[in-house]
């Protein structure tokens, strides 16, 4: 890719101190560890990983809700540029209306006591974005009606609606403020499949007329595959696999990567196949396995796995893998 | 295969400050021994109030129609349910030939018991199991559905278990007292694909051993493609569709049906659209005359459909669908 990419990490690390004693270094968790990746300006970047594997740090961490610890991270949209590590005061804050963050659940992310109109219309009061408030009017109206809300709608309170709708008026309160990058965590993972449906189109719809980019974080392979353009797999805070979403899911390299995409339920029901069933759970993060993090899970690790981390080694067409036995594996055909 | 259980014409109202809603309307269905029905639908379609009913969980506002009639078949003869008036009397059907699963584990175990002694509790009230004996059979229960050290879990509480754990340790006591039927609400929603993967096996593993009869309500048909014989969707209260969930999922009839599958993602062609099923569920209050589903129907019938409700039409001798594109002329056409 020649394009400068929108947002740019390099060895991003968030750690959080854990209580410990008075002698010796003090330990520390290590939520997301030395992740590389560029997001492309106008893409849909999805980030895949069981609970647990760092996913939602690592989205805040871009957002400068988390805590950078170590590593580059740049957002670039062509006007401005951005160290992010390093922003403060008066920038940061203009940041915050240039990235933004929809929330998993509708249910919580809405306050109860405010009318639709006030919660879509707060981010521009606390940013200072607007002059008068007919303009704020005017820019919740417009953001709103893209978000298929009416007039009606924005008079009334949070609980007269369903989680759809609820979440529509979620993704208006993220975009109000005009934003180039959107962080979306879990933003259909609490809705029924039906809904489901229609807030990824119009995620999508909205994504392509306002030309934004989003990190759409997900749990859900099948989701992920549909609406992005790259995958990258998390597992225990360190990226194991990294490529565009067709790669991805035809010639997948990582083991962790395959046992994810065989443990989605068939909708055949003649293929009950047991398939490659991951055993176990993923380990705590405050006593990681050595070496490679997914050795205690996956049924190809060897000594050389269990001793030596593994470094995410590129392997053509935007196709990174972190994995010691790729080749071998990928040579004997044990991954389809 | 025996008869396990017959509901006939359920129907669930309940009576709340803005009025009577309808929460299930007029449901039948019957499930053999060692047979896994899926319970369709999205939010709000009465699934759950359904499964519940079978037990009489539902809260003290529901009035159950006149001709709700459920019958479970023991050992010892049926049982009619809706008879049963005190607690005491259904102490058989709940915890005794009925146990239930819920969806989130961490709610559903006391947190300041552990689950060991929560396990050998209602062991001893439904069985005359010693507490010596409850306690043995509890951890052989542990261990049986994969949880390791099951000794050591066995003093420990709800907090200090993994999501997947938890979910494991409350089949355990589910299943510890043998039960005939166990509804399963949700059971896997709350848990990663990977832990999914491993509980449905277990409770693939569990039907073969123990020849229970289960009701497993989901929202994800491929879950149900995964475990259920047959399956029944429900939009609203109402089934619209049902019968053996190879002839549902592979040639569903209700435009409800057909719209759920639509809306799913599909990994083997990432180019589909996806297609949502237009609109919301309608609220409880506002329940739609006709057919419940005409609101959303993009193949409705103008005029008849928002009319007149659609009775069951045969498809074959065990799918049926309750809509009238279908009508006994049209299927043997």
């Known amino acids: ?336 | 295969m025996s008869r396990l259980i017959d509901v006939e014409n359920l129907t669930l109202q309940f009576d709340t400050d803005e009025g009577r809603i309808t929460a299930v309307d007029d449901v039948s269905f019957s499930l053999e021994a060692g047979e896994v029905m899926g319970l369709v639908g999205e939010s709000g379609s009465g699934k759950s109030v359904t499964a519940k009913s079978l037990m009489k969980l539902n809260a003290g506002n529901a009035i159950y129609g006149e001709r709700t009639k459920i019958t479970l078949h023991l050992k010892g003869g049926p049982i009619d349910v809706m008879g049963l008036k005190s607690a005491r009397d259904m102490q058989v059907v709940r915890g005794g030939a009925i146990s239930m699963i819920f969806q989130e584990p961490m709610a559903s175990f006391a947190p300041a018991i552990s689950i060991g002694n929560q396990m050998v509790e209602q062991l001893q009230i439904h069985t005359d199991m010693s507490k010596k004996k409850a306690r043995e059979v509890s951890i052989e229960m542990l261990d049986r559905v994969g949880i390791s050290d099951a000794s050591k879990r066995f003093s420990q509480y709800a907090f200090e278990l993994s999501g997947g754990m938890r979910q494991r340790a409350m089949i355990a006591m589910a299943l510890s007292t043998k039960p005939k039927l166990l509804i399963a609400d949700e059971p896997t929603t709350a848990l990663d694909v990977t832990i999914q993967a491993q509980v449905i096996d277990l409770m693939k593993d569990l039907v073969a051993e123990f020849g229970m009869g289960i009701i497993f309500i989901t929202h994800d048909l491929g879950v149900i493609a995964q475990t259920a014989d047959k399956v029944a969707v429900m939009y609203l209260g109402r089934i619209v569709e049902q019968g053996p969930v190879r002839d549902v999922i592979r040639s569903p009839a209700h435009p409800y049906t057909k719209g759920l599958l639509a809306a799913l993602p599909h990994l083997d062609d990432l180019d589909a659209p996806l297609i949502p099923v237009p609109g919301d569920i309608p609220s409880p209050l506002e329940r739609p005359t006709g057919c419940v589903f005409n609101t959303r129907c993009s193949v409705a019938i103008e005029g008849r459909c928002q009319r007149e409700l659609p009775r069951f039409t045969q498809i074959d001798a065990t799918h049926r669908v309750a809509c009238h594109l279908f009508t006994k002329e049209s299927v043997s056409a």
């Open chain 1, 1 to 336: 890719m020649t394009e400068t990419p929108l947002i740019s990490t390099k060895g991003l690390s968030v750690h959080y101190p854990l209580r410990g004693t008075l002698i010796g270094p003090k330990p520390v968790v290590r939520a997301v560890e030395n992740v590389s990746i560029d997001i492309a300006p106008g893409s849909f970047f999805g980030l895949v990983g069981e609970s647990g594997s760092g996913k939602t740090t690592f989205g805040r961490a871009l957002l400068r809700a988390a805590p950078i610890t170590r590593g580059d991270v740049t957002y670039d949209d062509g006007e401005v540029r951005y160290d992010l590590p390093k922003l403060e005061g008066r920038e940061l804050k203009e940041y915050r209306s240039r990235a933004q963050l929809i929330f998993q659940d509708p249910y919580a992310a809405l306050s109860p006591r405010m009318t639709v109109r006030d919660i879509i219309a707060e981010p521009l009061e606390v940013m200072g974005l607007t002059n008068s408030r007919e303009e704020t009017d005017e820019r919740v109206r417009e953001i709103a009606a893209k978000c298929r809300l009416n007039l009606e709608h924005l008079r009334r309170f949070p609980h007269a609606f369903s989680g759809g709708q609820r979440q529509r008026i979620s993704i208006a309160r993220a975009l109000v403020s005009r934003p180039r990058f959107v962080v979306a965590d879990e933003s259909v993972a609490a809705l029924d499949v039906s809904i489901q449906a229609d807030v990824l189109n119009l995620l999508k719809s909205i994504q392509q007329e306002m030309g934004l980019t989003f990190l759409f974080i997900s749990h859900d392979l099948s989701v992920v595959a549909h609406i992005c353009d790259n995958v990258a797999v998390m597992y225990l805070g360190r990226l194991m696999e990294t490529a565009p979403t067709r790669e991805l899911f035809s010639a997948p390299r990582h083991p962790y990567t395959q046992a994810l995409l065989s443990a989605i339920p068939s909708l055949d029901p003649e293929d009950r196949r047991g398939g490659q069933k991951l055993l176990g759970e993923i380990p705590s993060p405050t006593n990681p396995p050595p070496g490679c993090k997914f050795q205690t899970r996956c049924p190809f690790a060897q000594d050389r796995c269990r001793k030596e981390e593994p470094e995410l080694a590129h392997i053509g067409k935007g196709h990174n893998v972190s994995c010691h036995r790729w080749e071998e594996l990928a040579a004997e055909k044990v991954l389809a």
